[in-house]
């Protein structure tokens, strides 16, 4: 039996239109800014027409900040983080779930505090341990004395020096973030759901653990997967903190960051329409991805396939 609640329904319907305007309206607004001249959108209040600048205003955009090579940034990161968490986090959980070790609850638990530590908290171990990822084995050396053990032994003068750094580089940008403790929560939690006859029915076969990861678990796992592969892209393209400390180079600046300096300072001209329209460039390549993965995320939220 359905129950009507005329009034009720209603109230839901003035919630989610007004939900909709608060989201929707901050960017129909950017959209006509973006195609306002500037004396226009400096006006008070905007008018709320559109204009016939947007081309001009988008390759003013294009052009000023070296949007594309920042974009660019943007999605080789955003991509790295994404394909590294998943595949550490698959692995770890496969790990917790399925094989019988002597600290694996120690393992498990290790994973799980680390959720209760926020980014700022661990940003400047990481950023240390980026600056120079040699510096341990550097220390160690140092410690042992080997540059005169290998002097003495060769007969030549030989120096130690470890330094590797990944400042100012793609991989910097992309690895302290692969690891994920909230994925491999995740990962564990749908692994614990798979029937355990699949498991005993792979190993009468013959299957090895590789095997049945493979075949079996990496199969069922696919919606999930697709619904990871947005929440971590839009989480890695939006890193604004990180990038900010690991780089120095202005061609490996990402948008988030490329963007912000577009914004009007207080000694600038307030032109807006150039950084709203900056804006709307970079919202572009997360969007296409939940776009095309709309479907896949949706059924990855709501569906278990067994």
Same mark, same amino acid.
């Given at each position: 039996?359905? /129950?009507?609640? #005329?009034?009720?329904?209603?109230?839901?319907?003035?919630?989610?239109?007004?939900?909709?305007?608060?989201? !929707? &309206?901050?960017?129909?607004? %950017?959209?006509?800014? =973006?195609?306002?001249?500037?004396? *226009?959108?400096?006006?008070? #209040?905007?008018?709320?027409?559109? !204009?016939?600048?947007?081309?001009?205003?988008?390759?003013?955009?294009?052009?000023?900040?070296?949007?594309?090579?920042?974009?660019?940034?943007?999605?080789?990161?955003?991509?790295?983080?994404?394909?590294?968490?998943?595949?550490?986090?698959?692995?770890?959980?496969?790990?917790?779930?399925?094989?019988?070790?002597?600290?694996?609850?120690? =393992?498990?638990?290790?994973? &799980? +505090?680390?959720?209760?530590?926020?980014?700022?908290?661990?940003?400047?171990?990481?950023?240390?341990?980026?600056?120079?990822?040699?510096? #341990?084995? *550097?220390?160690? +050396?140092?410690?042992?004395?080997?540059?005169?053990?290998? %002097?003495?032994?060769?007969?030549?003068?030989?120096?130690?020096?470890?330094?590797?750094?990944?400042?100012?580089?793609?991989?910097?940008?992309?690895?302290?973030?692969?690891?994920?403790?909230? +994925?491999?929560?995740?990962?564990?939690?749908?692994?614990?759901?798979?029937?355990?006859?699949? +498991?005993?029915?792979?190993?009468?076969?013959?299957?090895?653990?590789?095997?049945? &990861?493979?075949?079996?678990?990496?199969?069922?796992?696919?919606?999930?997967?697709?619904?990871?592969?947005?929440?971590? &892209?839009?989480?890695?393209?939006?890193?604004?903190?990180?990038?900010?400390?690991?780089?120095?180079?202005?061609?490996?600046?990402?948008?988030?960051?490329?963007?912000?300096?577009?914004?009007?300072?207080?000694?600038?001209?307030? /032109?807006?329409?150039?950084?709203?329209?900056?804006?709307?460039?970079?919202?572009?390549? #997360?969007?296409?991805?939940?776009?095309?993965?709309?479907?896949?995320?949706?059924?990855?939220?709501?569906?278990? /396939?067994?």
């Amino acid at each position: 039996m359905v /129950e009507k609640t #005329p009034i009720l329904d209603f109230f839901t319907y003035v919630f989610l239109l007004m939900g909709i305007f608060i989201v !929707g &309206f901050p960017i129909l607004y %950017s959209l006509i800014a =973006a195609t306002l001249p500037l004396d *226009q959108v400096s006006q008070v #209040p905007m008018p709320l027409i559109p !204009g016939d600048q947007f081309m001009i205003n988008m390759k003013e955009a294009w052009s000023r900040g070296d949007l594309g090579t920042q974009i660019l940034n943007s999605v080789i990161m955003a991509s790295g983080i994404t394909a590294g968490k998943i595949a550490v986090s698959m692995i770890g959980a496969f790990s917790i779930v399925y094989f019988d070790y002597k600290f694996r609850v120690v =393992a498990f638990a290790s994973v &799980f +505090c680390t959720l209760m530590l926020p980014v700022e908290v661990r940003i400047l171990p990481t950023y240390e341990m980026a600056a120079n990822v040699l510096y #341990p084995i *550097q220390a160690l +050396c140092n410690v042992l004395h080997l540059e005169g053990l290998l %002097s003495w032994f060769t007969g030549n003068d030989i120096s130690i020096n470890l330094n590797w750094s990944l400042l100012d580089s793609h991989t910097g940008l992309i690895l302290p973030l692969v690891a994920s403790a909230t +994925c491999t929560f995740l990962f564990r939690q749908f692994f614990l759901t798979v029937p355990e006859e699949l +498991c005993e029915a792979a190993k009468m076969d013959g299957a090895s653990p590789m095997i049945f &990861f493979r075949k079996i678990l990496f199969p069922l796992s696919k919606t999930n997967i697709a619904a990871l592969v947005v929440i971590e &892209f839009v989480y890695g393209y939006n890193q604004y903190l990180w990038p900010l400390l690991i780089t120095t180079n202005p061609k490996m600046t990402t948008a988030v960051i490329g963007l912000l300096n577009l914004i009007p300072q207080a000694d600038d001209l307030p /032109e807006w329409n150039v950084a709203l329209c900056a804006t709307l460039l970079v919202m572009l390549p #997360p969007v296409l991805v939940v776009l095309f993965m709309q479907r896949w995320f949706v059924k990855g939220l709501i569906e278990k /396939e067994k």
